[in-house]
């Protein structure tokens, strides 16, 4: 599989008309609201139903691209999790969990699938009689390097309509928003 077996670029529009002037399911959506109940502010779904929208669309490409590797998004969080920590591309399962957010059940569920498919695998931490090390194997480390140049590529592609200041400045505002909510988790 190389990068060059990519969907064409083209299946994602670049050619998008005016985002002021055309009009979208959201418009439609917001127009109705606004006929049947001009009390109500629908002014938020033209952000939360955009968003929620684009969700659709990015899950779907991701869950096709994974596809190729027989992954899920969660495997390839774990995959992906290892691969940034760099050489030997190990941690142990409770760092892990934190990187992958996800509950200690359902990390063991994943690596067990991992661990089955020949991706990772569980090696006696030397620092811990009790522990374990959880270690990508080189197919691992060959599955998630060549996944994660598909998953940049297509995240680059679904973004080609916007200019390179129009990502920083979407970036910035989904960023802000992020931040006020995943303070709220931690408390």
């Given at each position: 599989m190389t990068l060059s077996s990519l969907p064409p670029a083209n299946a994602v529009r670049t050619d998008v008309p005016d985002a002021e002037t055309a009009?979208?399911?959201?418009d439609r959506i917001v127009a109705l609201w606004q006929a049947e109940r001009p009390d109500l502010d629908a002014s938020t779904t033209e952000v939360i139903g955009r968003i929620v929208r684009m969700e659709y669309f990015i899950t779907r490409r991701v869950l096709a691209d994974l596809a190729r590797y027989e992954l899920n998004v969660g495997e390839f969080d774990v995959l992906?999790?290892?691969?940034?920590?760099?050489?030997?591309?190990q941690l142990p399962p409770h760092q892990l969990q934190g990187m992958v957010l996800i509950s200690s059940g359902g990390l063991t569920n994943r690596l067990n699938r991992l661990e089955a498919n020949g991706l990772i695998a569980r090696l006696p931490d030397p620092s811990d009689r009790r522990g374990v090390l959880v270690t990508l194997t080189k197919k691992g480390l060959?599955?998630?390097d060549e996944a994660a140049e598909f998953h940049l590529a297509a995240e680059a592609e679904m973004l080609a309509p916007l200019d390179a200041d129009e990502r920083r400045q979407m970036a910035t505002l989904l960023k802000k928003l992020l931040l006020a909510h995943d303070s709220h988790d931690e408390e």
């Open positions: 009009r979208d399911q959201i992906a999790a290892l691969r940034r920590t760099g050489k030997p591309y060959s599955v998630v």
